[in-house]
């Protein structure tokens, strides 16, 4: 062969192969699967966490009325109005940092939890969703300021009626 695979591949190619390759190999396949899942879902986070906070800063900056944009429940990075941009930058990077973590700490809890259960039980089926989503959830609550008994209860059944559904919707789309 004289060129390379990786010369001849283009943007679309690797998208389409983002499920089939794996960063790591850490010598078990469910430690493996743990930091690759940790890896994209911080990366997701950080990407989703970036772009809320682009939105609600030109939805602040475009509007005329200084409640439409000012709401801060829906604005996550209320430290980001810094004296200066080193500080707004500070608290832009610690926010993201968390955010990140979050997500990747979902999805390598849930991830070595249905793994785990698949190879214990020797199945993978929506029981194993289930229960990986209600740990996952109750897991994510305890991460936030307000892990009180209900909502962690409430994350719990959150994340395991969607893990389900999605189990359970799988083959149908």
């Known amino acids: 062969m004289s060129g390379s695979n990786l010369e001849t591949r283009s943007f679309l190619d690797e998208i389409r192969g983002f499920d089939k390759s794996s960063y ?6 469910l ?6 899942s940790f890896v994209r879902a911080a990366g997701i986070g950080v990407a989703q966490a970036v772009t809320r906070e682009a939105y ?17 429940k829906h604005h996550r990075f209320p430290d980001l109005r810094g004296e200066d941009s080193r500080k707004s930058v500070e608290a ?5 940092g ?3 973590l979050q997500w990747g700490m979902a999805a390598g809890v849930y991830s070595g939890i249905t793994y ?43 994340g395991a009626a969607l893990s389900a559904a999605a189990n359970l919707l799988t083959g149908i789309f």
């Open 92 to 96: 832009l990077v610690r926010r993201t």
């Open 31 to 36: 430690l493996n699967r743990m930091a690759d």
């Open 24 to 29: 790591f190999d850490l010598g078990h396949p």
């Open 116 to 158: 785990g259960l698949k190879e214990a039980r020797g199945v993978h089926d929506w029981k194993n969703s289930a229960l990986a989503g209600a740990i996952t959830g109750a897991t994510i609550a305890l991460t936030t300021e307000s892990n009180s008994h209900e909502h962690v209860v409430q994350c719990a059944i959150t």
């Open 98 to 100: 968390k955010e990140s």
């Open 56 to 72: 609600f800063t030109a939805l602040e900056s475009g509007s005329v009325d200084s409640d439409v944009g000012a709401n801060k």
